[in-house]
């Protein structure tokens, strides 16, 4: 059995947790407490951070990596495109947005005001400008739920929790959010504490 170890309030955990539900397969997550690291972690991820996926002598870290593994694993739903054109569509997609905005997520946990504003109005803005994308399609990748919904879903569910406020003009977005919120087992893949993020 594939065993996640995972934070409960860790957006880049969340979404490893959507994949693994989605697909509808036997795993186990291992809640991680980041500030009291168990010693199996440390020796696992040279990072001793999380999500780590662990399958037998296997050892994953980096959602995107962990998420793609799962995908190739257990194909059905498939979770990134099989047509290769497609499939390195999604992979630059995804990679646009671990450096504009997935980057910028634990400053928008900061203690720091001055940290956390600036991640704020980065993140802010850049999903401004991905707005008029969904306007046109369903999903970021046409018409098919993809990674990079699920990608994209922490963060959306957690817009209230880091005091992000979007314009109207941003309404198809939240719109889309919803209908990724919707689906049934999103709400299985949360954890307690990502619940209560929105209320």
């Known amino acids: 059995?594939?065993?996640?170890?995972?934070?409960?309030?860790?957006?880049?955990?969340?979404?490893?947790?959507?994949?693994?539900?989605?697909?509808?397969?036997?795993?186990?997550?291992?809640?991680?407490?980041?500030?009291?690291?168990?010693?199996?972690?440390?020796?696992?991820?040279?990072?001793?951070?999380?999500?780590?996926?662990?399958?037998r002598d296997l050892v994953l870290t980096d959602a995107n990596i962990i998420n793609e593994y799962i995908d190739e694993r257990f194909p059905h739903p498939q979770l990134m495109p099989a047509d290769p054109v497609m499939r390195a569509r999604a992979r630059l997609f995804l990679k646009d947005f671990e450096n504009q905005l997935f980057v910028h997520m634990k400053a928008l946990e900061s203690s720091e005001k001055s940290k956390k504003d600036a991640a704020k109005k980065i993140v802010t803005e850049t999903l401004i400008q991905l707005t008029p994308i969904i306007t046109k399609q369903e999903y970021l990748l046409h018409e098919e739920y993809s990674m990079l919904d699920v990608a994209m879903a922490p963060l959306l569910w957690r817009i209230d929790h880091y005091e992000i406020k979007l314009p109207n003009s941003c309404s198809p977005l939240l719109k889309y959010a919803d209908k990724i919120f919707k689906r049934p087992l999103f709400e299985e893949a949360m954890s307690p504490a990502e619940k209560s993020m929105r209320l």
């Open 1 to 55: 059995m594939m065993k996640l170890y995972s934070n409960s309030t860790d957006p880049f955990s969340h979404r490893c947790r959507i994949v693994l539900f989605e697909k509808g397969m036997d795993f186990e997550v291992i809640d991680v407490d980041l500030s009291n690291k168990p010693e199996d972690l440390s020796i696992l991820s040279p990072y001793s951070d999380s999500p780590v996926l662990v399958e």
